[in-house]
């Protein structure tokens, strides 16, 4: 559909094509070419309508424009983010928006956040954000995190009493006091090599990984062995906690009893 390839305010677009040096009569005619009224009357630039497209148009334009059609779509996006996030109130608050429509693929988005001067971050979700399925996650990193805004949910490290540290994620503060749950290691893992990293960055085991075979726990009691098919992390931030779900592909083709936590799952002999 047109409305995938982009749309965007046409007062908007115009200002910012005028603004980066673009004749007033040829954004006159861009504009006619690419807009459309919607329902409620308001005149919007449509990337792509029909057989039309803004890489077109620019090309019409004749000589080098002062401004590539990118940085104009861009300087107009940015100009109606920023009157968006005025009339809501959410003037320092920063947008991250992943591609879309979204595709069903394994991928991943990272986006560094810098909030100068703030004591706590909250993450609102618009209304029309949606994902393929059930396995999408969102991991908030407090690299750089002040001792004065960390709470409930922070990742920490902990020395220890023999100089090493550990991680752990911060249950609660009071009085000075940091109560903070340490970042157990697998049953299976417990008389490896004390140097070995079994834990990531993030305080997740770093085995099993998808791929791994295992021995895993049935509903019975009994161990059996099976592939892990797909490995996902569920977050509680309220109560500082995080569980590490394995979906378990059994080697005798049995469909039932998949889903195993680390401690239902160990190496196979």
């Avoid at 919607?38 to 019409?60: P, S």
């Avoid at 709470?151 to 609660?172: C, D, I, Q, Y």
């Avoid at 340490?182 to 140097?195: C, G, S, V």
């Amino acid at each position: 559909r047109d409305e995938e390839a982009g749309v965007i305010d046409a007062a908007a677009f115009k200002k910012a094509m005028l603004d980066s040096g673009i004749d007033a009569s040829a954004a006159g005619k861009l504009e006619e070419a690419l807009s459309v009224s919607d329902a409620q009357g308001a005149k919007l630039i449509y990337r792509k309508r029909g057989g039309n497209n803004l890489a077109a148009e620019w090309e019409k334009l004749g000589s080098p424009p002062p401004a590539t059609a990118e940085d104009v779509w861009q300087k107009a996006l940015d100009a109606v983010r920023e009157k968006l996030q005025t009339e809501a109130g959410l003037q320092k608050a920063k947008l991250f928006e992943t591609e879309h429509p979204y595709r069903a693929v394994k991928a991943s988005n990272e986006v560094e956040v810098q909030l100068e001067g703030s004591m706590s971050l909250k993450v609102h979700f618009a209304s029309a954000s949606c994902t393929y399925d059930n396995k999408s996650s969102l991991l908030i990193h407090g690299g750089g995190l002040s001792r004065a805004a960390a709470g409930p949910g922070a990742r920490v490290e902990v020395a220890t009493a023999n100089s090493k540290k550990v991680w752990g994620t911060l249950a609660s503060r009071k009085d000075g006091v940091w109560k903070v749950r340490l970042d157990r290691r697998p049953e299976a893992e417990q008389d490896e090599d004390e140097e070995e990293e079994v834990v990531d960055e993030l305080g997740l085991p770093r085995w099993p990984q998808t791929g791994d075979a295992v021995q895993a726990r049935y509903k019975s009691g009994s161990w059996f062995p099976g592939i892990v098919a797909d490995v996902d992390v569920e977050v509680d931030w309220y109560t500082a906690t995080r569980k590490v779900i394995y979906t378990i592909d059994w080697d005798d083709g049995d469909t039932k009893d998949k889903m195993k936590g680390p401690e239902e799952v160990r190496r196979p002999p």
